[in-house]
């Protein structure tokens, strides 16, 4: 004959260590209600220009830069509400043209132009992180013509129609 006693102490004792080990394994914290969750990016609200600023409305620039094959188009949209966006196509022959788009705030300063980024290709940036600001040095406008200095060189663009867009 079989001795139930002893099978079944054997399954107490069983059943009794998987509910020690279970207690002993940790669990991931229950997920915060939304509204006590931070913000991992504030963004900054837009400053408008004064009003008819020069440089508002779409400027295009293409161009050849030293280190870089293939041809450069900038698209600077600025915004009469102080808002920008900022596309950036590399065009290569025969290969898919590459691409960045930017979008944030923009602020004149003087001879300068302040590009803010707050999102880039559709992701919050750390608006901390200097790489997000860009200035150029303004250095001359004129109607439909516009020069700007940064640090890898002039930038000669021109101004386009309200409803332009780079071609992909």
Same mark, same amino acid.
């Given at each position: @004959?079989?001795?139930f ?7 107490v004792? *069983? ?23 931070a ?27 030293? $280190?870089?094959? *293939? ?7 600025? @915004?009469?509400d *102080?808002? @920008?966006?900022?596309?950036e196509?590399?065009?290569? $022959?025969?290969?898919?043209?590459? $691409? ?44 439909k ?12 663009a021109?101004? @386009? ?8």
């Open positions: @004959m079989v001795d006693s002893f099978r079944k102490s054997v399954l004792t *069983g059943l009794a260590s998987i509910v020690i080990i279970a207690g002993c394994v940790s669990r991931p914290p229950p997920p915060a209600h939304p509204a006590t969750v913000p991992v990016h504030k963004a900054r609200l837009c400053q408008a220009p004064r009003a008819n600023d020069a440089l508002i409305g779409k400027w295009l620039s293409i161009h050849k830069q030293r $280190g870089i094959v *293939g041809e450069l188009q900038i698209l600077f949209t600025l @915004m009469p *102080g808002t @920008m966006a900022y596309a196509q590399l065009r290569r $022959g025969k290969k898919p043209s590459q $691409g960045l788009y930017e979008t944030g705030c923009w602020r004149h300063e003087g001879q300068t132009l302040v590009l803010q980024t707050t999102k880039s290709n559709g992701v919050p940036v750390e608006l901390s992180d200097p790489i997000y600001t860009n200035r150029y040095r303004i250095l001359a406008q004129a109607g013509a516009l020069s700007l200095q940064r640090a890898h060189g002039p930038i000669s021109r101004r @386009m129609p309200d409803g332009y867009r780079l071609p992909f």
